[in-house]
C-alpha cells in the first residue's frame, strides 16, 4: 500500500491532465451530432490503455458506436480480468443550471466538476490507472482485458451482437465494473443488485393541426389535459402501480433480507435536506431504501407540447407527447413488461384521441451473490484501503448489459462502485471528489492481488 501511494501521489496532477483530456470530448451517445466525438473518445480510450500498459488496444465497429478494446496477457494459464466501462455521457442540458461549464473540467472544493467526472469518465480512468501502477511496478498478478463501450447511456442497444460476435476475445473469469455508489464517503459500500429497465415514448394526437385555444377550447380535448390524466391514472395514492400483470413477476425478498438491508445506515431528515423536499413518497409498506434497491418504480421523464416559448401563445395543442420509464426488479422480464404497458396504456386512452406507444429500450435486473469469491476479493480490498467491511447494497439505478454479460459470456459482474450520491450524475452540476477517485485507484489493485490469490 505504501508503494501504491506514493505512486499515485508522484503522479496525481498527471493523472487529472489525462482524464481532463478524456472528459473533454462531448461524447453524448444520444445526440446524433456527437457521433465523430465517439469515434475520437474510443480512440483516446485505446491511447490511454496502450500507455498504461496493455499489449494492444483498437477501435471495434459495432452497428452503433465504436467500442474500445485492450488487453494484457501476461500468462494465460493465470485468471483473467474483463474491465467494463462506458465512454458515453449523458446530455447537459438544462445548460444554465451549470455553475461550470460541463465539458471544461475543474477542481474546486475538492472535487472534479464535469459531465462524466463520475459518470463514468472518472470511475472508469480510475481503472486504467490502477492497471497503470500494476504494469508499470510489476505487480499485476493476472491477465486483463478493458471493453469500453459508446451506448450505456441509451441502453446498450449494439452491444450484445458485439459481445456474441466476440465470445472468445471476452473471456475471462470475472467482470469488474466501476459505474454505481457507495453508500457515504465513509460507509463503503458494494452493489450486489441492480434494477432492469423498460423505456418509452409516447405520443398523443387530438386535432390535426393546432387550433384556437379560445375558438376551439371545451369543444374538441387537449392531447396533454388527456396525457396527463392519463399518467396520473399509472400510479395509485398508496404508490402501487396499476397495469395488470406489473407485478406478477416480482420477486419478493424474504424478511430476513429486508432486516440486513435495513442495517444500512440512513438518516431520513438528511435525505430529505440533500434533495431539498419536505417528505418522501413511495410504494407503501416499504422504506425508502427499499423503494430504490427491492421495488419497481414508474416515472415519467420527459413530458412537452404545445407552446413553450417566451411569453403567451393561446393555443390548443395537436400532439402531446412524454417519455416514461419504469425501473424493474429480478424475476421482470422487461419486454414482457413493454408489452404490458403498451397493451394498457393505449387501451384506456378515449376515442377522442389517438394514442402511439414506442418501446425504446431496457435490459433485466441483476444480483451478484455476496459469496462468490470476486466479491470476497472486493470485500477484502475495501475493507483495507477505508478501515471498515463494505455493506452489500442492491442500487436503484439500471446497467442493462450486466445482465446480457451473464446470458451471452456466462460471466459474472463485481460492481466496484466509488461515486456517491452528492455526485449529480445525469444532472447539472456533476462531480467527483479526488478524495474518491484516488481511494478507488488504491482499492482496484488489491481487488487483483486477492483475486488471484484464489486461483
Not at 192 to 209: D, H, K, N, S
Not at 304 to 322: D, I, M, N
Amino acid at each position: 500500500m505504501k508503494e501504491l501511494q506514493g505512486y499515485i501521489e508522484k503522479n496525481k496532477e498527471r493523472f487529472l491532465e489525462e482524464l481532463f483530456e478524456l472528459i473533454r470530448i462531448p461524447s453524448i451517445s444520444s445526440e446524433a451530432e456527437h457521433k465523430p466525438d465517439m469515434y475520437k473518445c474510443a480512440e483516446k480510450w485505446c491511447d490511454i490503455l496502450l500507455k498504461a500498459g496493455a499489449d494492444k488496444a483498437e477501435v471495434f465497429e459495432t452497428e452503433g458506436n465504436p467500442v474500445a478494446y485492450g488487453e494484457k496477457i501476461v500468462n494465460p494459464a493465470l485468471p483473467t480480468v474483463l474491465v467494463y466501462a462506458h465512454m458515453d455521457v449523458m446530455p447537459v442540458d438544462p445548460l444554465d443550471l451549470w455553475n461550470t461549464k460541463p465539458f471544461d473540467p475543474v477542481v474546486k472544493d475538492g472535487k472534479i466538476w464535469a459531465r462524466g467526472a463520475d459518470d463514468d469518465k472518472g470511475q472508469s480512468f480510475m481503472h486504467a490507472k490502477a492497471f497503470e501502477y500494476m504494469v508499470q511496478t510489476g505487480n499485476l498478478p493476472c491477465n486483463v482485458k478493458f471493453m469500453i463501450e459508446g451506448e450505456e447511456e441509451i441502453g446498450s442497444p449494439s452491444l450484445p451482437k458485439f459481445c456474441q460476435e466476440h465470445k472468445d476475445m471476452l473471456k475471462a473469469d470475472v467482470i469488474l465494473v466501476s459505474d454505481t455508489s457507495m453508500i457515504a464517503a465513509d460507509i463503503p459500500s458494494i452493489t450486489t443488485g441492480l434494477r432492469g429497465l423498460a423505456y418509452w415514448q409516447v405520443e398523443m394526437t387530438g386535432p390535426c393541426r393546432d387550433l384556437h385555444s379560445g375558438l376551439f377550447g371545451g369543444a374538441v380535448a387537449n392531447p396533454i389535459n388527456v396525457l396527463a390524466k392519463m399518467i396520473a391514472r399509472m400510479v395509485d395514492d398508496k404508490g402501487h402501480i396499476t397495469i395488470p400483470g406489473f407485478y406478477d413477476d416480482v420477486l419478493v425478498v424474504s424478511a430476513a433480507e429486508r432486516a440486513k438491508m435495513a442495517e444500512a445506515p440512513f438518516n431520513p431528515e438528511a435525505y430529505k435536506k440533500a434533495l431539498g423536499v419536505d417528505d418522501v413518497f413511495g410504494e407503501e409498506g416499504y422504506t425508502t431504501n427499499e423503494r430504490t434497491g427491492i421495488r419497481p418504480t414508474f416515472d415519467v421523464c420527459g413530458i412537452w407540447g404545445g407552446y413553450t416559448g417566451e411569453g403567451s401563445k393561446t393555443v390548443l395543442p395537436s400532439k402531446a407527447f412524454a417519455k416514461i420509464s419504469c425501473r424493474l426488479v429480478p424475476n421482470q422480464d422487461h419486454e414482457k413488461i413493454a408489452v404490458l404497458f403498451k397493451e394498457y396504456f393505449e387501451s384506456i386512452a378515449p376515442d377522442y384521441v389517438k394514442v402511439e406507444v414506442t418501446s425504446l429500450h431496457g435490459g433485466p435486473a441483476y444480483v451478484c451473490p455476496i459469496d462468490l469469491p470476486a466479491y470476497k476479493a472486493a470485500e477484502k480490498a475495501y475493507a483495507e484501503v477505508y478501515g471498515k467491511n463494505p455493506v452489500p447494497f442492491r442500487s436503484g439505478g439500471s446497467i442493462p448489459i450486466i445482465a446480457a454479460f451473464e446470458r451471452i459470456l456466462g460471466i459474472k459482474s463485481v460492481l466496484m462502485g466509488f461515486g456517491l450520491e452528492s455526485d449529480a450524475i445525469h444532472s447539472p452540476n456533476e462531480n467527483y471528489p479526488l478524495e474518491q477517485f484516488f481511494n478507488g485507484i488504491k482499492t482496484i489493485p488489491l481487488f487483483y492481488k486477492y483475486f488471484a490469490e484464489q486461483h
